[in-house]
């Protein structure tokens, strides 16, 4: 099993641009989200998925969206990148019962820079 | 929403110390989790506890829910466990949501 894999690794944009953060997971869960860690900062929720076509906003969803159209991908999009948007970004999953029941497995990140 | 305060923000130990981190959470939660972030930014899940005591190890966890606190031990400390510790509890009363504290980082001297 590869668990959760990101793609890119790293990443710089210019402010405006937009652009898609990959994320895959090959453990069939059906729970996944995507996070931001800020300097200093925990990890923040911006949106999560239960399931293939259900998707809803975490704590921090502005300027991101996502879609669940299969059950291994879940992608995060960045419609017109902004320098507040400069994070680590991680994508996670876990069992259907959702990560505060089940553990939570975490893809390696995407460092993003806005400038 | 709910507050999570993770203390010491900081802490610096000689190879073979023990240790222990705190979190205090605002609000009443039914589930608590313990992560490490090593060095190179990979996050790996230590304990699910909700309440009670449960040991891995080196590392136990402790979470008393009436009070709204949690504690991490780490005995015999390595220099493999440098890196940012997190706590994490559900959120509103949610079982999708988690909500991290800010970390304490801990680095382990040879």
């Known amino acids: 099993n590869a668990g959760v894999t990101q793609t890119p690794k790293f990443q710089v944009l210019k402010t405006g641009q937009s652009m898609t953060l990959q994320c895959a997971q090959d453990?069939?869960?059906?729970?996944m989200s995507w996070y931001r860690q800020d300097p200093g900062m925990g990890l923040r929720l911006i949106h999560y998925?239960?399931?293939?076509?259900?998707?809803d906003q975490g704590e921090v969803p502005n300027g991101y969206n996502v879609s669940r159209s299969t059950t291994e991908d879940f992608p995060l999009r960045l419609l017109s990148a902004a320098p507040s948007q400069t994070s680590v970004y991680f994508c996670?999953?876990?069992?259907?019962?959702?990560?505060?029941?089940?553990?939570?497995?975490f893809g390696p990140g995407t460092r993003l820079t806005v400038l | 929403g709910i507050q999570v305060e993770q203390s010491p923000p900081d802490l610096i130990l000689q190879e073979g110390a023990n240790s222990t981190l705190r979190c205090n959470f605002s609000?009443?939660?039914?589930?608590l989790q313990w992560f490490h972030q090593n060095p190179w930014g990979q996050l790996i899940n230590l304990f699910y506890?909700?309440?009670g005591t449960k040991q891995n190890g080196r590392l136990s966890a402790t979470t008393v829910a009436t009070e709204r606190y949690s504690l991490l031990y780490i005995s015999s400390s390595q220099t493999t466990d440098s890196g940012v510790y997190f706590c994490?509890?559900?959120?509103?009363?949610?079982?999708?949501?988690?909500?991290f504290g800010k970390g304490t980082l801990l680095t382990v001297n040879p």
């Open positions: 998925s239960v399931g293939a076509g259900i998707t």
């Open positions: 996670a999953s876990s069992n259907h019962r959702g990560p505060t029941t089940d553990t939570q497995y």
């Open positions: 506890i909700p309440s």
């Open positions: 453990m069939n869960h059906e729970y």
């Open positions: 609000d009443s939660v039914n589930n």
């Open positions: 994490a509890v559900n959120s509103g009363g949610s079982n999708y949501k988690l909500t």
